[in-house]
């Protein structure tokens, strides 16, 4: 499949793709963190996580406030339609299947996968402008 010539998809099929990498870059982000507030670890470690993260680099691509793009995919895991949505979202995002392989298991045609392809990525791009990670007119 190409690659989406509009740049809010692409960056959020990047995520999609990317989902673990950004997990861990902002779980070491997190770690890396130093606070100062006294010699009481409590607060230091419950005002590093308060804080938002505000840019990381991440695979040589800067993502701004990736802890919003993480619950993003939370929601779009938790909220997408059961089904072929959500089994073509596992296979290509998660265990980066090959469409082939994705169609043969769920007895679909090429076309058929592709929609659905289009369809959860309209899905989560809708999620990431409700969650004011895109914004539709700049």
Do not use: F
């Amino acid at each position: 499949m190409r690659k989406p010539a509009d740049k809010k998809i692409r960056i959020v099929e990047w995520v999609l793709y990317n989902e673990q990498v950004l997990r861990v870059a902002v779980e070491e982000e997190r770690e890396r963190e130093t606070v100062d507030t006294g010699k009481d670890p409590t607060a230091r470690t419950a005002v590093r996580h308060a804080t938002p993260i505000k840019s990381l680099m991440v695979e040589g691509r800067e993502i701004l406030k990736p802890e919003k793009w993480l619950h993003m995919l939370e929601l779009v895991h938790e909220h997408i339609p059961k089904g072929d949505m959500k089994n073509v979202l596992q296979a290509r995002y998660k265990r980066r299947e090959h469409y082939r392989v994705t169609c043969r298991k769920l007895c679909m045609s090429q076309s058929k996968y592709q929609n659905t392809i289009r369809h959860i990525r309209e899905y989560a791009q809708m999620v990431a402008i409700q969650e004011g990670l895109i914004k539709i007119v700049e």
